[in-house]
């Protein structure tokens, strides 16, 4: 891969201007940032499912998901050093296609996984997860959890992104754990490594691979979060290739290390039918890790990927304000703070309406389709956009990566079921509906009271 675009004129800036977001992220917070959005609760609950589609040889599917994702973060570190502002694949989708309806629609898509997938995560942490320490009704601790979200999120991205690095060192440090204990239970004599390579009965490598390869890809996703950050990036042109793909190589790492010492601790069948697989791992192995402990890890991993994806999103409807895709009062900031206070706030509405009415199980199937519909949308753009040159410096990808991206994508919505289809598709039906209401109050005469500047801080 090339770090640089060869058509960008010698002499070329390496670095764009012009932003009114504060650049607080250092290249190892944007590594942490991502790593904790992939490194997710998904980690602590999918091994079960995993075991089922896939019984021992469950790591396979998840090596096959990274170099999935390994394809489409190429496109997207190109894209966004080559466009580094807030909003991610809208913005990309916008320049590419030039179709107010298609922009729309992509955005959209990002924006209703990341509102679906934060009321999800906030239905969980209130939950089973909590329950374990204090029972609170999730009617009162869902709101909270979200108010406090929302708070931490608009005093700024610094302060988001540090409470990011402690909460993923906690969560990444449980996962070493299940890898440490089944160690020293295998270095004593239990276990059995030869359940590593075990398919369930009558499947085949091929269909139980590919059959897991959606759930595996599932933990993967979270690393397009980052592209509505790219704006607030210290130097993005050199340390967003680096932070992306270095993220996504280490989460590998952890979940093949994770998958193989599941397997072999515990028979897959005992692990496909279990709702807190890595737990029982660590039962299993007798090492002496509290109970308690462990649950303690899965909220903290909860609420990492909840606020990881709330700061995602409020960024997405921030730049799609910018780009007069919504009403520009979402692209208000704090005078001070310089965070988008409106769009945290209707973000965090949305997704607290969600998390009172909704079940994880109902919203959580259909993050993964709107998700490959985005990255359909940003392999193309890149093949697209590469007619157009900036005036800085940008990572480039080789043209295969994008097009064995579009493959693999396509390939796994062909995994998809059609009530999956039929939910995703009436999600995509209101943003159609809600971007001819933008556009007809857009072309509306409106006058502005004397002094309101669109986009200024109020």
């Not at 299940?178 to 160690?183: D, I, K, L, N, Y």
Request: glycine share 8%; aromatic share 6%; proline share 5%.
């Amino acid at each position: 891969m090339s770090a640089s675009d060869r058509r960008t004129p010698p002499g070329a800036a390496t670095e764009p201007t012009g932003t009114r977001l504060h650049k607080g992220i250092t290249g190892t917070l944007l590594f942490v940032f991502i790593l904790g959005d992939v490194l997710g609760a998904g980690v602590y609950a999918l091994t079960g499912v995993l075991a089922a589609d896939a019984g021992g040889l469950m790591w396979a599917p998840i090596v096959l998901a990274l170099g999935m994702a390994l394809l489409t973060a190429a496109s997207y570190a190109e894209l966004v050093t080559k466009y580094p502002r807030a909003g991610g694949a809208a913005v990309f989708a916008q320049r590419a296609y030039r179709r107010p309806m298609i922009s729309f629609l992509v955005g959209f898509s990002m924006l209703a996984a990341g509102i679906v997938s934060v009321a999800g995560l906030t239905v969980a942490f209130s939950g089973d997860y909590l329950s374990t320490f204090v029972d609170v009704p999730v009617a009162l601790a869902a709101p909270v959890f979200l108010l406090l979200l929302a708070l931490l999120n608009a005093r700024g991205i610094r302060e988001s992104v540090t409470s990011n690095l402690v909460m993923t060192i906690i969560e990444v440090t449980g996962l070493v754990v299940v890898v440490v204990v089944v160690a020293v239970a295998l270095g004593r004599g239990d276990g059995d490594l030869s359940r590593v390579t075990e398919l369930p009965e009558g499947t085949s490598l091929g269909t139980a691979v590919l059959a897991a390869a959606l759930i595996a890809f599932y933990s993967f996703v979270g690393f397009e979060t980052s592209a509505n950050v790219a704006e607030e990036v210290q130097d993005v042109t050199r340390v967003y290739p680096r932070a992306l793909f270095g993220s996504l190589v280490v989460t590998g790492v952890v979940y093949v290390l994770v998958a193989l010492a599941a397997a072999a601790m515990m028979p897959p069948a005992d692990l496909a039918g279990s709702s807190s697989p890595l737990l029982d791992v660590v039962q299993t192995a007798g090492v002496g890790v509290p109970t308690w402990a462990f649950s303690l890890v899965a909220l903290v991993a909860v609420a990492n990927g909840a606020l990881l994806t709330s700061i995602m999103s409020s960024r997405l409807v921030y730049g799609m304000a910018e780009e007069r895709l919504l009403p520009r009062v979402f692209a208000r900031v704090l005078p001070r703070r310089r965070t988008p206070w409106v769009a945290i706030a209707a973000t965090t509405a949305l997704s607290a309406a969600l998390a009172m009415v909704g079940t994880l199980e109902m919203l959580a199937e259909t993050v993964v389709l709107l998700l490959l519909l985005v990255f359909i949308s940003t392999n193309l753009a890149v093949l697209v956009l590469r007619r157009d040159a900036v005036a800085h410096r940008h990572f480039r990808a080789p043209t295969v990566l994008p097009v064995l991206g579009l493959v693999s994508c396509l390939v796994l919505l062909a995994q998809q079921t059609w009530q999956v289809w039929a939910l995703g598709l009436a999600l995509l039906g209101a943003g159609v509906l809600l971007h001819l209401l933008t556009r007809g109050s857009a072309a509306a005469p409106r006058t502005e009271p004397d002094g309101a500047a669109s986009g200024t801080s109020r």
